[in-house]
């Protein structure tokens, strides 16, 4: 503690006599105006000496002075003060008052070495401190009046002198030294007056005066009604009379946060009686929730009360009101988080501390009963997010698989969590699930497009559009592969929105097909339903590749009106292939105009590959066709022979002969 000295006294005046230090003219003014003499001799034990304690406006500094009748001046009513300046700001925890007593000193006499009075003093605080026992006399009711007038700086208070006048130097000492410093900063008290003294435009906040005022002595009248004090306030106050250091270190400690605010300091000390009950005491669980609830309602700002929410929210302290797992859930649910500085009480790393520490059931647990709640604030909304973070693969997927209302809610709330490749491997109930929340927001991150693809194929769900695209940029002859997926011998489910966009791309279809050796039920009623068989494109890429395709149409036995695709598709060319395909599919077409089962939208495909017979014959579709048939291979420039086994159907084949003769 550095500490500015002052001594005033007599000369020719009342005047400075030596200092160590010059203060502004107004701030000097006022200390050689209140270091006079007060008039204040006690009834009691006759001592005329008395402190004084006010604030320094200009020079920020606060004064705590001590004052002695000087009757050894030939002039009358001369006085000795000695006053010590201290910086409020500037104090720490361990700052001990009642040291200055022991710092003052009266000079002997007139014209005596003044020299010690022009240094500073530095005093080095001391962290044990000797307790001042119970302070004697004062009545507690009393007290309490007179506590709850300084610091809400109320209407002055003016007591008085009963005891000796070491009594009042004591009591203003134990309230100097419990106030906090930005409250103290207000405060104006003199332990000894003849006469109300007057700072400023009004009186000082605290003195004690002789022959008149309010006795603090005197037991608190039983008939009139006590004032109920603020339980935290009564602890302060217990603390102050029963002279505790500790609690006033406390407040020291503090004294930044709670500045000049009343409120703050109630608050700060029912955050105190809390921790001392915790402590010493053997009391009910207290909430970290009430812990939460002072520190959020006197300090609402993130800055504000910096070092209590620190202090009380710090593992050492939060540890005696709540485990580690409930002190997470509280803080990760408050709503009033926006009070708080998660970063300067180290949450982040809690949380991570906590995983790691503990078993992999009791994170789960405490994910889940966060994933429970109603309400999470943004910390808690990133744990939860980040929960993930820090697992090993296998770690995620047992606790996907112990818990899978929590997985969907983590992945809800971080998407990123989806980058990683495990989901793609779940059953097809489970991976629909997180592929919805998926592709509503897909993860930026995500490399593994090929074996999403690959597991989507046979499962019939919703894809959107931006992940269809996201196929064709990423997936490498992806119609190759989904259709080498669905080409089983065995039924295969489709995906139907993977399959449009396939089909979307019908020369890769057939090129894909001519590479086969053979097309299942399935994809064959596909092709047949997606690829018109006179297209452009069918044309283009020739009849070769229709082979597997057409092998396994005859080789599934497919009736006459399943055929008809392959009639059509064989007029497309004039080769071999094509020809080879009109002599398969023929004699099943044949028949079923034989027997008029062939359906009219299956007759209405092939009519224009037909040819015309008389109106009389117009009801001979069986002959239309071999006319049809005729004149195809004529314009391939068959030989006659070639037509006599041309089908297997030997009707057919004799019919066909006979119309190639007559044309």
């Known amino acids: 503690m550095h500490i500015e000295q002052l001594l005033h006294g007599y000369n020719n005046g009342h005047h400075l006599i030596a200092g160590s230090v010059s203060l502004p003219l107004k701030d000097a003014d006022l200390m050689s105006y209140l270091s006079d003499w007060s008039g204040y001799v006690n009834p009691v034990d006759k001592d005329t000496s008395y402190l004084t304690a006010y604030p320094l406006a200009e020079s920020h500094g606060y004064v705590i002075a001590k004052s002695w009748y000087a009757d050894e001046m030939s002039r009358p009513g001369c006085v000795w003060t000695h006053s010590l300046i201290v910086k409020?700001?500037?104090?720490?925890?361990?700052?001990?008052?009642?040291?200055?007593?022991?710092?003052?000193?009266?000079p002997e006499r007139e014209g005596d070495n003044f020299l010690s009075y022009t240094k500073p003093i530095e005093l080095k605080e001391e962290k044990g401190q000797e307790q001042r026992g119970q302070l004697p006399y004062v009545d507690s009711t009393r007290f309490t009046f007179l506590a709850a007038m300084l610091l809400g700086r109320q209407k002055p208070a003016v007591y008085a002198v009963e005891k000796s006048s070491e009594t009042y130097i004591e009591i203003c000492m134990r309230l100097i030294q419990n106030i906090p410093f930005g409250i103290l900063n207000e405060l104006v008290i003199c332990s000894g007056t003849a006469s109300p003294r007057k700072f400023g435009k009004g009186f000082y906040n605290l003195q004690f005066m002789?022959?008149?005022?309010?006795?603090?002595?005197?037991?608190?009248?039983?008939s009139t009604g006590k004032p109920t004090a603020d339980k935290g306030f009564q602890f302060w106050m217990d603390a102050v009379l029963s002279g505790r250091n500790d609690i006033a270190q406390m407040m020291h400690l503090f004294s930044g946060d709670i500045g000049n605010d009343a409120n703050r300091f109630l608050a700060v000390a029912n955050l105190l009686k809390l921790l001392n009950d915790r402590i010493i005491t053997a009391p009910k669980p207290v909430s970290l929730s009430e812990v939460l609830n002072y520190l959020t309602s006197a300090f609402p700002d993130k800055?504000?009360?910096s070092a209590i929410k620190k202090a009380y929210l710090g593992e050492n302290v939060s540890k005696l009101f709540c485990d580690e797992r409930d002190f997470i859930i509280e803080l990760a649910t408050t709503k009033k988080a926006d009070a708080l500085d998660y970063r300067a009480i180290g949450f982040s790393d809690r949380v991570e501390s906590y995983r790691k520490s503990k078993a992999i059931e009791d994170y789960e647990a405490l994910l889940v009963e966060l994933s429970k709640s109603d309400y999470l604030n943004s910390e808690g909304k990133a744990l939860l997010s980040n929960a993930l973070n820090?697992?090993?693969?296998?770690?995620?997927?047992?606790?996907?698989?112990?818990?899978?209302?929590?997985?969907?809610?983590?992945?809800?709330?971080n998407h990123d969590v989806l980058t990683q490749s495990f989901w793609l491997e779940l059953l097809p109930p489970q991976?629909?699930?997180?592929?919805?929340?998926?592709?509503?927001?897909?993860?930026?991150?995500?490399?593994?497009?090929?074996?999403?693809?690959?597991?989507?194929?046979?499962?019939?769900?919703?894809v959107a559009d931006n992940v269809l695209s996201a196929f064709e940029s990423n997936v490498n002859d992806y119609v190759s592969i989904a259709m080498n997926q669905w080409n089983?011998?065995?039924?295969?489910?489709?995906?139907?929105?993977?399959l449009n966009l396939c089909m979307k791309q019908p020369s890769r279809v057939i090129k894909w097909m001519g590479s086969q050796e053979y097309v299942n039920d399935d994809l064959r009623l596909v092709i047949k339903k997606y690829i018109n068989p006179d297209d452009t494109t069918v044309v283009n890429l020739g009849s070769s590749v229709w082979k597997p395709f057409v092998e396994s149409e005859l080789n599934s036995l497919v009736g006459a009106n399943e055929l008809v695709y392959v009639y059509v598709l064989a007029f497309n060319w004039r080769d071999y292939n094509a020809l080879g395909y009109i002599k398969s599919v023929l004699p099943f077409i044949y028949d079923a105009l034989s027997t008029e089962s062939l359906s009219y939208p299956a007759w209405k495909k092939i009519e224009k590959f037909t040819g015309s017979v008389p109106f009389w014959r117009s009801w001979d579709n069986c002959r239309k066709v071999l006319i049809g048939v005729r004149d195809y291979c004529k314009s391939m420039n068959l030989r006659k022979k070639e037509m006599i086994n041309f089908t297997t159907n030997k009707k057919l084949n004799k019919e066909l002969l006979d119309l190639w003769k007559r044309g």
């Open 303 to 305: 800055d504000s009360g």
């Open 210 to 222: 002789v022959g008149k005022g309010d006795s603090l002595m005197e037991p608190y009248p039983e």
């Open 88 to 106: 409020l700001d500037t104090l720490g925890q361990y700052t001990n008052f009642y040291d200055l007593l022991k710092l003052f000193r009266r």
């Open 488 to 498: 089983s011998r065995t039924k295969v489910p489709m995906n139907k929105a993977i």
């Open 431 to 462: 991976f629909i699930s997180l592929f919805s929340i998926f592709q509503s927001n897909v993860p930026d991150g995500f490399d593994s497009w090929e074996k999403l693809y690959l597991k989507l194929l046979t499962i019939d769900t919703f």
């Open 390 to 413: 820090g697992l090993s693969q296998d770690e995620v997927v047992g606790l996907l698989g112990q818990n899978w209302s929590l997985f969907k809610s983590i992945v809800t709330m």
